[in-house]
């Protein structure tokens, strides 16, 4: 049996001013008028039956814009329904605005307070990832705060310059600046051979610390892969069942600091532990259906980034990332430990430019420069070669201003965190809560 989506002709706001308008005018023709009985629509709105809805339509949204699900692990035949009723995108989007309506009137129990605000954050998002497959353009800045709740700052250009001159004056020798930087780099590529050793011990290291502090559920499991040809340098695939697929980009070569970049992002604290607790807490423990799907364009995701990205420094605090890699994963590369130190200054002084590419997206996916003129940007501020920059350009042609969840993202979270705690202990615990809340980016400020 297909199902079909309830088609909603009067909305609860109308029937919200109608019926006591409907009632008074019955009463002109009676002598004995009495008091129209109150009606508390709100009352009656289930909120999970709001979600169910929210979901089968994000579910057949997905079948038009191919990106927008990223996960799934709720009932197959919901999925299979929403194909078969082969809506069309006029119809989804109206039902989407017939979610949201409902959505606005609903009354949150006691400790749901932070569910109906982010659902109704992702259904405003859902609407306004529809908008642009129906051909509205918006802009960067309307599609940041639409999709994901964020106000995202305008950058100055002299200021990414300054970080270029003070990496110039810390690589060694003369020249062009890429030139050198991956001179210096190229001592820190670790051999394809190597790149699955390396890759496990970081990951079980990151894991370990993790245990430290959480208690994971019992069961819980990844499996890696290495692919090629992609636009994003590594992707987890939530499978549900607190089952991960980690994959990893190998377009370019490896630099060994990427092993811990991505153990704790793609895994632990990063995003296969927020899926854990999300999977135990909000959908076994709290019944919050609508957290079966993760959409890549909503509100979620920026907090996802960002909490991945501080992951890494809060597994990894101070000194400790670096003396890590030495005793641990150069040897299993085989590459000089001594190599590593330079490196650490370099990567602290390349920060300065994390912002680059959200100014570079931006003027690109607003007509203020054309293509080639964001390869350029891209190749000068992220030092790095044309194929390098065009696979970067291809990330913003695909996922747009997704962009901003990773840098402006992990400046939230962190500042959020750092605002809230004295030491690395407390800082686990902080971040904890923030796995366990509903969070997004106006929640940070």
Known sequence: MSFRFPRITVSFLFLAILLPLLGACASINQPEAKPAPVIDLAADIDIDEIAERYVRVALAFGEIDKHYVDAYTGPKEWREEALAANMGLEDMYAEAVSVLASLELAIPAKGEEARLRQLQRNVTALIGRMRMAR??????????????DAIVPSYDVAEFDAALEKLDALLPGTG?????????RAQLY?????????????????????????GLPEGEKFNLEFVTDKPWSAYNWYQGAYHSLIEVNLDQP???????????????????????????????????????????????????????????ELAFPGD??????????YPIAGIDPAAGILNEDITKAYGD???????????????????????AM???YSITSRTRAEQSLSFIETYRAY??????????????ITARSENNEEAWRVFEDLLLTPTSASDLK
């Open 353 to 375: 430019l994390r912002f680059s590419r959200i100014h570079i997206a931006r003027a690109f996916l607003d007509g203020e420069i054309d293509r080639e003129q964001a390869i």
């Open 254 to 312: 490896f630099l060994i600091t990427r092993a811990l970049d991505l153990g704790c992002h793609e895994g632990y604290p990063g995003h296969h532990v927020w899926n854990l607790y999300v999977e135990s807490e909000f959908i076994r423990k709290n019944g919050w259906l609508e957290y079966q799907l993760f959409p890549l364009f909503a509100p979620g995701a920026l907090f996802a980034e960002g909490s991945a990205n501080y992951g890494i």
């Open 176 to 184: 062009d600046l890429g030139t050198r930087l991956e001179t210096m």
């Open 190 to 214: 670790v051999p394809k051979d190597k790149i699955p050793a390396v890759m496990k011990a970081a990951i079980e290291e990151c894991r370990a610390r993790t245990q430290m502090h959480y």
């Open 320 to 329: 400790s990332r670096l003396q890590f890699e030495q005793d641990v994963l």
């Open 403 to 416: 962009i901003i969840n990773y840098s402006l993202g992990l400046d939230l979270v962190r500042n959020y």
């Open 135 to 148: 051909g509205e353009h918006l802009s960067f800045n309307e599609e940041a705060a639409i999709l994901y």
């Open 378 to 380: 891209i190749m000068k």
